[in-house]
C-alpha cells in the first residue's frame, strides 16, 4: 500500500458507475476512500481487498462489481479529496473507510471532531463513513462500524447497502407519473400492516433500525406513535383490481381520539411478543412529550407547553417510497395529503425532523428549519427541525437560521 499519495485499487472492468439493481436505476460512480492509520490494519485492509475470498465475495454482489478505490496517507487530506470527488458532477458519491472517526467516551464511543466536520461539510451530499474500531456496534452518525480484521463477507454485504443507501439518497430522475395513483387515508388494518412492511424494507436500507427493534426480528417497523398518528398511503391499480401499496406517510398528532388506526396498531404489535415490549418502552418514553421533536429538541418552553395543553399541532414523518417507485411524485402526494389532512384540521404547526440531504424537498412544501440539529430517537443520526406554521389568527412565525 502506498502511503504516498492515493492511488485506486482496479478491479476488471471499467469503474465508472454502479449495476443498476431491479429496484433502481440510479447510476453512481461510488468511490471508496482508505485512510488507516494503524501499520497492523493498514496491511490487513490491503490483503483482504487483494486476496481471493474478497474478489468472490465481490463479484456475487452487483453494488460492487464496478467500485473505485483509494488510499489516503492521512485522514485530514480526505475534506479535500471528497469534495473534488463529488463537485465533478458525475453522480459521484462517497464511502470514507477510516480507524479516526471514533474515539472512547466512558464505557462507549463517539465520533471525533474530524467526524464530525465531515459529516456537518458533506450532509447535503451523497457521503458514508466507516469506522474501524474494536468495539463493534452502532454509533450516531456513522453509517457503519467494522472490526479491524471483518471476513469478507461481512465488508461486501456492509459496503454493498451503503451504496444502496446512497443510491436512495440520490435524486431520482424525473419520470412519468404513476398511471391511476391513488394517496388517501389508510382504511383498513391489512391496509396498515402493509405500510408498516414497506417501512421496514426501506428503513433497513436507510439504517435507521436500531439493534433493539432489529433483535425483534418483526420485518415490520412501527412504533407507539403509529396508534396516535393518520397515515396515508400511495396505491396503484394491479391486474385482477387490486391494488399495491407504493409509498406512505404518517401525521402525528397532540390531539387524538382513540380509533380504528390505533386498535390495529396495537394488535399488529401485540401479536410479536418482542415488538410489544418494544413497544411498551417506546410508549414510556414518548408518550409525555406528545411529539417526537419534543422529546429530540430542545425546543423553548413556550411551544413545549402548548403541545402538553393539547394545542393541535402536529409532526410529519415516515414519508417512505420504495426505490422503484421513485422519480414519478409520489412523496410529494404523500407530503400533499398529510398537510391537506393538517388544514382540515385546523393544525396550528406541524412538524418535522430531516436529514440535511432532504431539507430543500419539504422546503418546496412550505417547512423552514427551527434552527436546530438534534440527534433523532431510533434513528441514530442527526437531523434538522422543521416547521410548516398554519393560518389560524395568533400563528407567529418561528425564529428562523
Known amino acids: ?63 460492487l462489481r464496478q467500485l473505485w478505490v483509494e488510499y489516503l496517507p492521512t485522514l485530514e487530506q480526505a475534506p479535500e479529496r471528497i469534495d473534488q470527488i463529488l463537485r465533478n458532477g458525475n453522480g459521484s458519491a462517497v464511502v470514507l473507510l477510516a480507524d479516526g472517526l471514533l474515539e ?20 447535503r451530499e451523497l457521503y458514508a463513513s466507516v469506522a474501524i474500531s474494536p468495539l463493534p456496534g452502532r454509533v450516531a452518525d456513522i453509517d457503519l462500524v467494522l472490526t479491524p480484521q471483518p471476513p469478507p463477507a461481512v465488508v461486501t454485504d456492509g459496503l454493498s447497502l451503503l451504496v444502496e443507501r446512497l443510491r436512495y439518497f440520490a435524486r431520482p430522475p424525473s419520470r412519468p407519473a404513476l398511471p391511476g395513483l391513488e394517496v388517501r387515508r389508510l382504511s383498513t388494518r391489512h391496509e396498515l400492516y402493509q405500510s408498516f412492511k414497506l417501512r421496514y424494507r426501506v428503513y433497513s436500507v436507510m439504517g435507521y433500525l436500531e439493534q433493539e427493534f432489529l433483535d425483534t426480528e418483526s420485518r415490520v417497523e412501527l412504533g407507539w406513535c403509529d396508534a396516535i398518528s393518520v397515515h396515508f398511503g400511495a396505491f396503484i391499480p394491479t391486474q385482477g383490481n387490486g391494488r399495491e401499496l407504493v409509498g406512505t406517510s404518517r401525521l402525528i398528532l397532540t390531539r387524538h381520539e ?45 411551544m413545549c407547553e402548548a403541545a402538553l395543553a393539547d394545542v393541535p399541532w402536529g409532526e410529519l414523518s415516515r414519508v417512505v417510497v420504495p426505490p422503484k417507485y421513485r422519480g414519478r411524485g409520489v412523496s410529494r402526494h404523500l407530503i400533499k395529503a398529510a398537510l391537506n389532512e393538517a388544514e382540515s384540521m385546523h393544525l396550528n404547526r406541524v412538524f418535522l425532523e430531516c436529514l440535511e440531504i ?22 441514530g443520526k442527526t437531523m434538522i427541525g422543521m416547521v410548516r406554521c398554519g393560518t389560524a389568527p395568533g400563528n407567529a412565525p418561528l425564529a428562523r437560521e
Open 258 to 302: 382513540n380509533n380504528s388506526v390505533s386498535e390495529w396498531t396495537y394488535a399488529i404489535a401485540s401479536a410479536r411478543p418482542m415488538l410489544s415490549d418494544y413497544f411498551k418502552k417506546q410508549r414510556r418514553g414518548l408518550a409525555q412529550f406528545r411529539l417526537p421533536i419534543f422529546r429530540n429538541f430542545a425546543l423553548n418552553d413556550e
Open 358 to 379: 432532504h431539507r430543500a424537498m419539504y422546503e418546496a412544501h412550505g417547512f423552514s428549519s427551527i434552527g436546530q440539529r438534534a440527534e433523532v430517537m431510533g434513528i
Open 1 to 63: 500500500m502506498n502511503d504516498q499519495a492515493p492511488n485506486v485499487l482496479e478491479f476488471p472492468g471499467s469503474p465508472v458507475g454502479i449495476e443498476e439493481t431491479p429496484d433502481s436505476d440510479q447510476h453512481l460512480a461510488v468511490h471508496l476512500i482508505i485512510c488507516l492509520r494503524e501499520t497492523d490494519i493498514r496491511a490487513g485492509w490491503a490483503a483482504l481487498l487483494a486476496g481471493h475470498d474478497f474478489e468472490h465475495e465481490r463479484a456475487s454482489c452487483t453494488n
Open 104 to 123: 472512547r467516551r466512558g464505557h462507549g464511543r463517539i465520533c471525533t471532531p474530524i467526524a464530525r466536520t465531515l459529516r456537518e461539510r458533506f450532509a
